[in-house]
């Protein structure tokens, strides 16, 4: 029983990340229609950042400082301005393959300007374990699932409790409605951008102590975010949440009871019955649309 509590919280953690990197799939799709591929190297690259600013001479809290502000211009707003805004009008195909070619550069850009190696990565808090009834729980494991679920909470206010939040939502519902309403709704397309440079960064902070910085992380990354916003359902924020968590969870359990050679199939067996039972996710809503 002890481990299987150390299990589910490394699981929680994990999964909370996943659930950020989700997130933020899901807020572009909803308000641009567009489906990022390279959100994992997304998470991969802010890590890299940071390690280029620790070793110019800054200290770890300013290197993930500039880390985030650099993810926010560069795959917040540079994205929509360079890749997103001149392809969308092509339709959704071309921009995908844009967004898959955008994350083999960016891949091997890694590779090429930093190192084939993976990094160590500082971490938020030291390498320490608390012992609770039998139970190890890793501080950092609470510090990640912490500051994973702070961040989701703050986006949550924000999209529910603030007038541009719900200005926000409303432009991913109905576009034309919202500019009816005398909302501007390019400016609010581009803040979901730069919401996704934010949380990306913050996920590859939170997640890089773990997995380390390397150039390969943002396969599995991009990947887990994907199967966690289809599970979850693909247009609402709290579904890719659910869908995060129970990947991350699945994993771990999945891994120690029944086959740590398979727990790669996993996710996908559960994808699968996913989509045959409930094709729009698990709080995901059904969209007509007429032909």
């Not at 029983?1 to 899901?26: D, E, P, R």
């Not at 071309?94 to 955008?102: D, E, K, N, Q």
């Not at 501007?184 to 773990?210: C, E, H, K, Q, W």
């Not at 992380?217 to 709290?238: D, P």
Request: proline share 4%; hydrophobic share 60%; net charge positive.
């Amino acid at each position: 029983m002890a481990s299987f509590f150390q299990l589910l919280v490394s699981g929680l953690a994990t999964g909370a990340i996943y659930a950020l990197i989700a997130v933020g799939f899901t807020l572009v799709w909803q308000t641009s229609q567009t489906i990022n591929f390279a959100q994992g190297e997304f998470v991969m690259l802010p890590a890299f950042f940071i390690l280029a600013a620790m070793n110019a001479g800054a200290p770890f809290w300013l290197a993930c400082l500039i880390g985030i502000v650099l993810s926010v211009v560069i795959l917040g707003l540079l994205f929509k301005f360079i890749i997103v805004d001149p392809m969308l009008k092509y339709g959704v195909l071309p921009l995908v393959i844009s967004t898959i070619a955008l994350s083999l550069f960016l891949k091997e850009g890694a590779k090429d300007f930093y190192s084939s190696q993976a990094q160590p990565f500082p971490s938020l808090v030291p390498a320490t374990d608390f012992h609770v009834f039998g139970i190890v729980v890793s501080l950092q494991s609470l510090v990640v699932l912490a500051a994973a679920t702070a961040t989701v909470v703050a986006l949550h206010v924000l999209l529910t409790k603030t007038r541009l939040g719900r200005s926000m939502q409303a432009t991913a519902q109905n576009p034309t409605l919202a500019r009816i309403l005398g909302i501007d709704v390019n400016r609010m397309v581009l803040y979901t951008f730069l919401i996704n440079g934010a949380l990306v960064a913050i996920a590859s902070i939170l997640i890089s102590p773990i997995y380390l910085a390397k150039f390969t992380n943002g396969e599995t990354l991009g990947i887990a975010a994907f199967l966690a916003a289809i599970i979850g359902g693909f247009n609402q924020v709290r579904g890719a949440i659910l869908g995060g968590v129970i990947l991350g969870v699945l994993d771990n359990l999945s891994a120690a009871y029944i086959s740590a050679q398979y727990r790669g199939a996993f996710p996908l067996i559960i994808l699968i019955v996913v989509i045959l039972f409930r094709p729009q996710g698990l709080l995901g809503r059904i969209e007509e649309r007429t032909v």
